[in-house]
Each structure stands twice: as structure tokens, then as C-alpha cells.
């Protein structure tokens, strides 16, 4: 019978006993990951939406022994959340991200920015600031190639704490930007006040441009007016069409990103794209 409490599990359904146990398997591979070094960055471009200039790369982390079993960042940065393990990915991320921008500016002079995925758990932490610091100046990067994506849900301005955290993290000179906006709760009209510098539109909305439902079909243009009126660049992720990069160039989108633009790449692939044609 159920719940006679000497068995743990048996309050639980078979399917919620055996999301637990994956959610375990994850957490103690990510703890073998970080002991062994398993995680790795891949590189995906982001364009210019008019010239199609690579402008940025954002920097998507994979742990590779999870990566075998079809299990990416969606599904284990949030176990990485909830367990605490977080922190040390990140800084994990940033600082090899660093040694990498250093290397590609090296070989190839670029001076787009590396963007880098943040987990809104950071803007609880006070020592992230300081520790990013110390990251970036030991690898001797200009922090204003630098730029933190942090997810629009994450920003709880009315929170004095995550409040300082952003602006420390400003001062440093690294830029901010919106990921996932439109799929949080925002008052537009509080846009004003985020210290942000970019929104980066969903990528549900870009797939639902040519959507019969218009309510979804004008979120990305009314986002991107909004935009403009705040004086924020807008990056449109997710672009897997010729047509929808037409839109945003007409509309005047300011970058994009996309599996019709370019993949995420892993480093030697990113560095021979971006590497200039050998001269004869
Ligand atoms: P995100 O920040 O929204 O990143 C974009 C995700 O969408 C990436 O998946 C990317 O591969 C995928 N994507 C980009 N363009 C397209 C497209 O045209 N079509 C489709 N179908 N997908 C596209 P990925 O690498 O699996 O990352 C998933 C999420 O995991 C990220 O969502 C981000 O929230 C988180 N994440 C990834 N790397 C890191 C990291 O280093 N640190 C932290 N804290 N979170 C990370
Ligand atoms: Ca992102
Ligand atoms: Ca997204
Ligand atoms: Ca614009």
C-alpha cells in the first residue's frame, strides 16, 4: 500500500520517483564535471542584421558526459540552480570564456563581444561582482567586450540587493542584456529604470512571426519600437528562416542569431570562420 512511510518513494508516482532519480544522476554528473573538467564552451554567431557581420558570439556551455545521454543546458542548469552548483559554473564559464576571447583576439584581432549566459541566481550572490572582477583582470580583458545575459525573469529591480548587483556589475563596464524578454512580466513603462543595454527577444516570438494569432505575431515589432524608444539594442535569437530575417531587417532589428544564420560552434570551427582569409 501507499505511504506507509517506510519507503520514501512509495509517496511518490513511479513517474515523479523516476524524475528524481534522473534529477540526482544529473546533479552527481555535474559534480563529476566540475571535478575532471568536462564541461565545454561551443560559440554561436551573432550577426549584424543588416550587414550580416559577425558582431558577437554567445558562449553556451555543455558538460560532456551529459551531452552523450541528449541532455543540455535546458534541462541541467536548472539542477545546477536547485543543488548550488551554479556558482562554480558559471565562474567556470566566464573564466574559460576570458582565456578564449583573449586567444581569438590574438589570432584574429576580433572586437565583437562575447556574451555569456548568467544564472539569475547571481543577482543573490555579493561576492559575484568581486569575483568576476578578478576573473577579467587576471586574463587582462576589457570588460566592455563583455557582455552578461541574464533571463528577463530574473530581474527583481525592486530588490535592493539584486539592484547593487547589476550596477556593480555596470560599473565594471560589462553590458547587460534581457534573454528571453517578452516571456516575463515586465511593465514596459519600467524599462526605463532596468540598467540594461540590450533586449534579446524570445525566441518563441521570432518563431511565431508569420503565426495567424497577431496578438504573438506583433510582439516582436512592438518590442522592437519599444526599443528604440528606450535606446536598448535589440538582438532577435532563434531566426531559422530567410523570411524572418527579412522582417527584422525591415523592421530594423540590431543583431540576430540563429540556426539559419550559423549554429553553435565549437572553438576550432568559430576560430576558422572567423578568422580572415589567409593573405596570399
Ligand atoms: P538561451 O540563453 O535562450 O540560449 C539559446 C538557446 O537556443 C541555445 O540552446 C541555442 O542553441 C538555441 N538556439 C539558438 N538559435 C536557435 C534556433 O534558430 N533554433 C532553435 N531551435 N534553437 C536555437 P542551448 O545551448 O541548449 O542553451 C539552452 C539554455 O541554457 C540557454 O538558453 C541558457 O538559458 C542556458 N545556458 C546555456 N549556456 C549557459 C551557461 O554557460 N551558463 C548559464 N547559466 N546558462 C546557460
Ligand atoms: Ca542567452
Ligand atoms: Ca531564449
Ligand atoms: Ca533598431
Not at 525592486?158 to 556593480?168: G, N, P, V
Given at each position: 500500500?501507499?505511504g506507509n512511510?517506510r519507503?520514501?518513494?512509495e509517496y ?6 523516476r ?6 544522476l544529473?546533479?552527481?554528473?555535474l559534480r563529476?564535471?566540475?571535478q575532471?573538467?568536462?564541461?565545454s564552451?561551443?560559440?554561436?554567431p551573432?550577426?549584424?542584421?543588416q550587414?550580416l ?7 553556451l556551455?555543455?558538460?560532456e558526459?551529459l551531452?552523450?545521454?541528449?541532455i ?5 542548469i536548472?539542477i ?9 559554473i558559471d565562474?567556470?564559464?566566464?573564466d574559460?570564456a576570458?582565456?578564449?576571447l583573449?586567444e581569438?583576439?590574438a589570432?584574429?584581432g576580433?572586437m565583437?563581444?562575447f ?11 555579493e ?9 577579467i583582470?587576471?586574463?587582462g ?5 563583455i557582455e552578461f545575459?541574464?533571463t528577463e525573469t530574473?530581474f527583481?529591480?525592486?530588490d535592493i540587493?539584486?539592484r547593487?548587483?547589476?550596477s556593480?556589475l555596470?560599473?565594471?563596464?560589462i ?7 517578452g516571456?516575463g ?9 532596468y540598467p540594461?543595454?540590450c533586449l534579446?527577444?524570445d525566441?518563441s516570438?521570432?518563431?511565431?512571426l508569420?503565426?495567424?494569432?497577431v496578438?504573438r505575431h506583433?510582439?516582436?515589432?512592438i518590442?522592437e519600437?519599444?526599443?528604440e524608444?528606450?535606446g536598448?539594442r535589440v538582438v ?5 528562416t530567410?523570411?524572418q530575417?527579412e522582417y527584422?531587417q525591415e523592421i ?5 542569431q540563429g ?8 572553438w576550432?570551427e568559430?576560430?576558422?570562420?572567423i578568422?580572415?582569409p589567409a593573405s596570399?
Amino acid at each position: 500500500a501507499k505511504g506507509n512511510g517506510r519507503n520514501r518513494l512509495e509517496y511518490f508516482s513511479d513517474e515523479q520517483a523516476r524524475e528524481l532519480r534522473d534529477q540526482d544522476l544529473i546533479e552527481r554528473a555535474l559534480r563529476v564535471s566540475l571535478q575532471q573538467n568536462y564541461f565545454s564552451l561551443v560559440y554561436m554567431p551573432m550577426f549584424d542584421c543588416q550587414t550580416l557581420e559577425i558582431v558577437g558570439l554567445e558562449v553556451l556551455v555543455r558538460a560532456e558526459n551529459l551531452q552523450r545521454l541528449g541532455i543540455g543546458p535546458d534541462r541541467f542548469i536548472p539542477i545546477a540552480e536547485k543543488t548550488n552548483l551554479i556558482k562554480e559554473i558559471d565562474l567556470w564559464v566566464i573564466d574559460n570564456a576570458m582565456a578564449r576571447l583573449v586567444e581569438l583576439q590574438a589570432a584574429t584581432g576580433f572586437m565583437g563581444k562575447f556574451c555569456i549566459n548568467i544564472s539569475g541566481v547571481e543577482l543573490c550572490n555579493e561576492l559575484f561582482p568581486a569575483k568576476v572582477k578578478e576573473i577579467i583582470d587576471s586574463h587582462g580583458v576589457d570588460p566592455c567586450l563583455i557582455e552578461f545575459e541574464i533571463t528577463e525573469t530574473a530581474f527583481v529591480l525592486d530588490d535592493i540587493k539584486s539592484r547593487t548587483i547589476l550596477s556593480e556589475l555596470r560599473n565594471l563596464g560589462i553590458s547587460l542584456a534581457l534573454d528571453d524578454f517578452g516571456t516575463g512580466f515586465t511593465a514596459f513603462s519600467q524599462l526605463i529604470n532596468y540598467p540594461a543595454d540590450c533586449l534579446k527577444i524570445d525566441r518563441s516570438f521570432v518563431n511565431d512571426l508569420f503565426s495567424v494569432d497577431v496578438a504573438r505575431h506583433k510582439m516582436v515589432r512592438i518590442i522592437e519600437d519599444l526599443a528604440e524608444l528606450y535606446g536598448l539594442r535589440v538582438v532577435a535569437e532563434g531566426v531559422e528562416t530567410k523570411e524572418q530575417l527579412e522582417y527584422l531587417q525591415e523592421i530594423g532589428c540590431d543583431w540576430v542569431q540563429g540556426y539559419y544564420l550559423s549554429l553553435p560552434l565549437p572553438w576550432h570551427e568559430m576560430l576558422s570562420l572567423i578568422s580572415p582569409p589567409a593573405s596570399v
